[in-house]
C-alpha cells in the first residue's frame, strides 16, 4: 500500500466519519483498518477507525432492521399491556432498552400506543368525545413477532420466551402421560367432511383460570384463528369446560 493510498484511506475515514460520505463503496479492508491504527496523526486516526467499525456496526444493524420491515406484513402482532409486560419480565424497561431486547432477541417493538391514541388516529372509527375521553391511556406494546412462532402470540408465551433468552429461566420440557380413563369424541354430523375432514382434541387437566389468564388464552385462540388457521379458512379452534 503506497503512502499516497494510505492519504487517500484516512481521508475517505475522515470524511465518513464528519460528513458521513461513502466514496469508497465500501471497498475498505480488514488490513486497511490495522494500517491507519499505526499511523499516529495526532492520535486521531485511532479514533477515526473505531468510529468507522462502530458506523459499520450500525449500517449492518439497519440492513437487518430493513430485513425485519420487509417481512412485516408477513409478521403477526401482538398488542400488549406494557406495565404487565413488565411484571411478567421482573422488571422494567425505557421504550429504547425494551426495543433493542426486542431486536436482540428476534421480535420488533413496532409501536407504542394505548386504546385512546388508537381511537384518535383510527380513520375507520369515529367516537364522541366522551366515548374517547373514557378510553384507557395505559401504555401498550405492539410487537411483531415471527410467522412461525405462534407461541409468542400471547402475554405468557413471549415473556417466558424474554426470560429464557436472559437466562433467568430454564426452558421446559413436557412429557406425554397415558390418563387412567381415556374420553371418546364422537362426530354425530359429518356435513363439513369436504370443508374440515379431520378432527383433532385434547384434554388439558388441573388447568386454573383467573380472570387475566382466561382472557389471554381467548385472545392468544383469536391469534391462532387469524394467522395460522387463515381466518378460520383451514383451522376452527373451540375450547370447552369438561367439567360441566
Given at each position: ?39 499516529d ?7 477515526r ?74 380513520a375507520?372509527?369515529?367516537?364522541s ?17 415471527p ?8 402475554m ?19 412429557a ?11 362426530v354425530?354430523i ?6 374440515r ?44 369446560d369438561?367439567?360441566s
Amino acid at each position: 500500500m503506497t503512502s499516497e493510498s494510505n492519504d487517500a484511506e484516512i481521508d475517505w475515514v475522515a470524511d465518513f466519519v464528519e460528513n458521513g460520505n461513502d466514496n469508497a463503496n465500501g471497498t475498505i479492508s480488514n488490513q486497511s483498518f490495522i494500517f491507519t491504527e499505526e499511523v499516529d496523526e495526532e492520535n486521531k486516526t485511532t479514533g477515526r477507525t473505531a468510529a468507522v467499525f462502530c458506523l459499520f456496526a450500525q449500517r449492518e444493524k439497519n440492513k437487518q432492521k430493513e430485513y425485519i420491515y420487509k417481512a412485516k406484513q408477513k409478521m403477526p402482532t401482538v398488542a400488549l399491556k406494557r406495565d404487565e409486560l413488565f411484571h411478567h419480565l421482573q422488571r422494567t424497561y425505557t421504550d429504547f432498552e425494551f426495543d433493542e431486547l426486542c431486536f436482540e432477541f428476534g421480535v420488533e417493538l413496532d409501536e407504542v400506543t394505548s386504546e385512546r391514541e388508537e381511537a384518535l388516529k383510527s380513520a375507520t372509527v369515529k367516537l364522541s368525545k366522551e366515548k374517547i375521553a373514557s378510553l384507557s391511556e395505559e401504555v401498550i406494546y405492539k410487537i411483531d413477532v415471527p410467522a412461525n412462532r405462534y407461541d409468542l402470540l400471547c402475554m405468557e408465551g413471549l415473556t417466558r420466551a424474554l426470560l429464557i433468552f436472559l437466562e433467568k429461566l430454564d426452558a421446559p420440557t413436557y412429557a406425554f402421560t397415558e390418563p387412567e380413563h381415556k374420553e371418546t369424541c364422537t362426530v354425530l354430523i359429518d356435513h363439513t367432511s369436504t370443508i374440515r375432514p379431520f378432527v383433532v382434541c385434547a384434554i388439558l387437566r388441573d388447568v386454573t383460570f383467573t380472570q387475566e389468564s382466561y382472557t389471554s388464552f381467548l385472545d392468544l385462540q383469536d391469534q391462532l384463528h387469524r394467522n395460522l388457521c387463515r381466518q378460520r379458512s383451514l383451522v376452527a379452534i373451540g375450547t370447552h369446560d369438561l367439567d360441566s
